[in-house]
């Protein structure tokens, strides 16, 4: 069983950054497509981003690119998203996900693929 766990999350003013961290455990995440998505107060779950087992394809929602970078280290079985130039419109719950279904899976910018998930980790952007 994958066990998905967040940190790094908190409240920062517009402008900050924060580094999230999600590790895993249970499994390794070498072999798997990994995500972060995040859910705002009264709307629906949304991609943020995600990267390829290998790490060398990436994909970012539109209002995320060039702000907001996914990395992963294998070694350490964990998966980070620094975020830039957060504004109020960054508030959230972030979650991160991994498809541990199939390996070597392409990047997925939907829910579904994903099968684990974290418990989230909140991030809050005052102006």
């Known amino acids: 069983q994958v066990q998905l766990v967040e940190s790094g999350g908190g409240l920062v003013q517009v402008g900050a950054s924060l580094r999230l961290s999600c590790a895993a455990s249970?499994?390794?995440?070498?072999?798997?497509?990994m995500g972060w998505f995040r859910q705002a107060p009264g709307k629906e779950r949304e991609f943020v981003a995600a990267i390829s087992w290998t790490g060398d394809t990436t994909s970012y929602a539109d209002s995320m690119k060039g702000r907001f970078t996914i990395t992963r280290d294998s070694a350490k079985n964990t998966v980070y998203l620094q975020m830039n130039s957060l504004k109020p419109e960054d508030t959230a719950v972030y979650y991160c996900?991994?498809?541990?279904?199939?390996?070597?899976?392409?990047?997925?910018?939907?829910?579904?693929?994903?099968?684990?998930w974290g418990q989230g980790t909140q991030v809050t952007v005052s102006s």
């Open positions: 249970g499994r390794t995440i070498s072999m798997y497509t």
């Open positions: 996900a991994g498809n541990f279904r199939t390996r070597w899976a392409p990047i997925a910018t939907s829910a579904a693929p994903y099968d684990s």
